[in-house]
T-cell receptor, first 113, second 114 residues
Framework: AQSVTQLDSQVPVFEEAPVELRCNYS??????LFWYVQYPNQGLQLLLK??????LVKGINGFEAEFNKSQTSFHLRKPSVHISDTAEYFC???????????FGTGTSLTVIP | NAGVTQTPKFRILKIGQSMTLQCAQD?????MYWYRQDPGMGLKLIYY???????DKGEVPNGYNVSRSTTEDFPLRLELAAPSQTSVYFC?????????????FGPGTRLTVL
């Protein structure tokens, strides 16, 4: 089974400061990687995804993530956060050959005015 | 398109009762999924379906049943509800032909079993 670790359960950050949300995964095979965002009382929305090619992936709302195969990581970054970025963020993986997505336990980002 | 819709939004059950959580999608997606989300635990896959008439178990299928008689609908059945099934349930769908496509999520059903 796949394993996805989000090392920080809560991340408080001041408005306009940069932020990095960390994600590591364990897999012996190639995987697709994703970041989803969940606003309060809503379902998950896709922020960005890595399928292949360039290791730096840009997503919506100014977020980007970098795939590092040697460290099996897929950290999410934003250079300047806004109040509206306050939400829960989930990292997920899926094997190339498989139907299941595996989610991390989530990181709660709180942007402080 | 309405996307992925779920009903009801909220429900309180007594121990031992049964209910069906409804999920529908109007995007002609072939894959559909049911997840449960518990605080601090992320999402766990309960069941999924790769097409009408085909379902398979995920990580946590015990206590649940599913069916997929049409492309659009993927109901989740709880038999003999237990407090451990208190959770938020999300339905998702995706279109899979060759390789991968993203999942689209419904707004969730918040279930409490007392």
């Amino acid at each position: 089974a796949q394993s996805v670790t989000q090392l920080d359960s809560q991340v408080p950050v001041f408005e306009e400061a940069p932020v990095e949300l960390r994600c590591n995964y364990s897999s012996s095979v190639s995987v697709y990687l994703f970041w989803y965002v969940q606003y309060p009382n809503q379902g998950l929305q896709l922020l960005l995804k890595y399928l292949s090619g360039s290791t730096l992936v840009k997503g919506i709302n100014g977020f980007e993530a970098e795939f590092n195969k040697s460290q099996t990581s897929f950290h999410l970054r934003k250079p300047s956060v806004h109040i509206s970025d306050t939400a829960e963020y989930f990292c997920a993986v899926r094997k190339y050959t498989g139907n299941q997505f595996y989610f991390g336990t989530g990181t709660s980002l709180t942007v402080i005015p | 398109n309405a996307g992925v819709t779920q009903t009801p939004k909220f429900r309180i059950l007594k121990i031992g009762q049964s209910m069906t959580l409804q999920c529908a999608q109007d995007m002609n997606h072939n894959y559909m999924y049911w997840y449960r989300q518990d605080p601090g635990m992320g999402l766990k896959l309960i069941y999924y379906s790769v097409g009408a008439g085909i379902t398979d178990k995920g990580e946590v299928p015990n206590g649940y049943n599913v069916s997929r008689s049409t492309t659009e609908d993927f109901p989740l059945r709880l038999e003999l509800a237990a407090p451990s099934q208190t959770s938020v349930y999300f339905c998702a769908s995706s279109y899979e032909l060759a390789g991968y496509n993203e999942q689209f999520f419904g707004p969730g059903t918040r279930l409490t079993v007392l």
